[in-house]
């Protein structure tokens, strides 16, 4: 009975996936009958989650589509659109669906994840972009969906739509695949609780958390959580109260005292063990730094005439062996903050840093 029900009409309706035919169909009709933009917070997801419907042709009716269009070698948008349908395998716009101006929509969801391994060492984070048409499938109804999936910004959408790439989110090729699909499913089921759109029971939950964040709900045990997971419990209960309580006072003013929070968060990683360094550094200056940091001697190989940020792989590996690993608290300047954490502890305090905005990044 679930197989039949699942297929009927052909639908692409997997009763256990959050990613059907049923949950996108119940996204789309928001965005058509209430409000064709969303922008808000997931926990665990950098930065805000955006989900926008786009219109052929009315998305791309103004100067700058129509110079990327031009620059594609193409005349038009339902080309474009029909270069999309020829990669999906949809039908493609008919000579007389042009004359007749009809509209074609798709959503297009964009998140960040953290970078696979390869991409670590020039990426905190990366983003991914998700572009869904709706097509019909042994139907003249509308019933199905394809994805389209890139990673990256769009700084020509145009040409940057055109390089997507048809996917199948159950069989992710590359490592940033696997990331980014995963974290599709949990960003649907994010989407859903914001709308407030009733997922079947059937369906097997990413998560089985309130995935909506709120600034309400974040907490002084929180920044204190936060300290001593970046001190790795190697601090003291007064210093941690202080230093929570100011942390904490400075984030409820939001971002009108920003230079004022940064500075908290320097005086912050000043009372911990922890290494402020200028960009370039040698290996020498690590392995001094870092044995200083963890309380005992830290050797590494490394080939000869290795510097800076290509010291981290090596770094790491000497670390791993010792279940630790090398963090940096993001100074958006030209230096790095490092401090060195328990490997069992990372995720939380990446999941922290989201909630504290106290910007820390794996290497």
Known sequence: ??????????????????????IINSIYSYLVN???????????????????????????????????????????????????????NIGLV????????LEFDYIHIEFYTKPSPE???????VLHNFMIFFCCTNSLETNDFRILHKTGHFFNYTKSLLEAEYIDIKTPVTDIQK???????KVIQ??????????????VLPSQENLLFDENDVTIEDF????????????????VKKQAKKLFKNYKKGAANYHASVDGHFDFFESVDCWNSDWKFDPEDAEYFISDMIGQDLNFEYPEETYSHNLFP????????????????????????????????VDRILELSELTKIEVNQL
């Open 34 to 88: 209430e409000q064709s933009k969303l922008e808000f917070k997931i926990k665990g997801i950098h930065e805000n989650v955006f989900v926008n419907m786009y219109s052929f042709p009315n998305s791309f009716d103004y100067d700058e589509p129509r110079k990327e269009i031009k620059e594609a070698g193409l005349n038009n948008s339902y080309e474009v659109l029909n270069e999309l349908y020829k990669k999906l």
């Open 179 to 185: 990331i980014g699909f995963k974290e599709f499913e």
């Open 1 to 22: 009975m679930k197989n039949f029900f699942s297929n009927l009409f052909g639908r692409n309706n997997d009763p256990e996936s959050i990613v059907s035919f049923d």
């Open 119 to 125: 991409m670590k060492s020039h990426l905190n984070y």
């Open 224 to 239: 204190e959580e936060f300290i001593q997971l970046v001190a790795r419990q190697d601090v003291e209960e007064k210093l």
């Open 190 to 203: 994010g989407i859903c609780q914001y709308l407030k759109i009733e997922i079947p029971e059937s369906i």
């Open 314 to 345: 090596y770094i790491q590996s000497a670390l791993e062996k010792l279940d630790l690993e090398l963090m940096t608290y993001d100074t958006h300047g030209d230096n790095y903050l490092f401090f060195v954490a328990n490997k069992k502890d």
């Open 94 to 101: 008919s000579e007389e669906e042009v004359s007749k101006e």
